[in-house]
């Protein structure tokens, strides 16, 4: 793997999602090559090759800090922020240094647990959060889809250590696989960690896209059977599976009384 500077082009991008009005990639890339990450499709170069990541960060982003009044920014959007090449390059350790000494509050995303080495940053960061992604309640099947990335319990061991620390913690069931995400199950594992859990479905905009060639290959070698209606699904607006799956999740969410977020 080929980890290289290039020159700024900005680092705060704007954010679609609600309630943030930005969000930062601290790195071009990531080393652990979900299956299914969305961030393949827009990918320039090879990410089984290279990492990129800013030739300045600390210059480029206070300079941009400093235009906009202190809000809270999502990291994680593109890429995990504390993939393999953090240990080393700091990228997002010194993103949170910034912030923090500027005003400004953050959202996490990570499947890492290299997190809890940046705990005392973000206790330090008024209302930060942090949460991590789960799709399967099963190692061996977890590492047909993403080898590459940390084991479930690495993941929710993190959570614990920052809901310990008493920073804000949320749990994305994402995504849900058809006939192979558990979500009660996953549901029930992730609420003693979790503060929030929000469940999102996988789905596909083009059978063209990168990240659909690489589930299609691995479904049809260990889950043949289930090809055809799984494209069914995922190429649908309003496949009753997710009707179906909302249902069952009413039921859950009553039977536990987690704090749970249905985007489908």
């Keep these: 793997m080929e980890f290289k500077k290039v020159a700024n082009k900005g680092v705060m991008r704007k954010c679609y999602l609600e309630g943030f009005n930005f969000q930062i990639d601290p790195y071009f890339g990531c080393e652990h090559l979900c299956s299914y990450c969305y961030g393949l499709n827009r990918a320039r170069f090879d990410w089984e090759k290279q990492v990129l990541m800013y030739e300045d960060l600390v210059k480029e982003l206070s300079r941009e800090l400093d235009v906009f009044p202190p809000q809270t920014i999502y990291i994680g959007m593109n890429c995990d922020p504390y993939q393999p090449a953090e240990s080393e390059y700091e990228q997002t350790r010194q993103t949170l240094l910034l912030l923090s000494g500027k005003g400004f509050s953050t959202c996490v995303l990570t499947k890492s647990p290299l997190a809890t080495r ?20 099963e190692e061996g099947t977890r590492g047909l889809f993403e080898k590459k990335s940390p084991p479930k319990i690495e993941r929710l061991e993190m959570l614990g250590e920052m809901k310990k620390a008493g920073i804000e913690t949320y749990t994305l069931i994402c995504p849900v696989i058809p006939f192979i995400t558990d979500v009660p199950r996953l549901i029930e594992i992730a609420a003693p960690y979790s503060d929030t859990i929000w469940v999102y479905p996988l789905k596909f905009a083009s059978t063209k896209n990168p990240n659909w060639q690489r589930v299609r290959k691995i479904l049809v070698k260990n889950f043949p059977d289930l090809v055809r209606e799984f494209t069914a699904i995922v190429f649908s607006e309003n496949h009753y599976y997710w009707d179906d799956l909302r249902e069952e999740l009413e039921k859950v969410n009553k039977g536990i009384k987690a704090n749970i977020r249905m985007e489908f």
């Design 118 to 137: 940046d705990i005392e940053i973000l206790k330090k960061i008024p209302n930060a959060s942090i949460g991590t992604s789960l799709a399967f309640s």
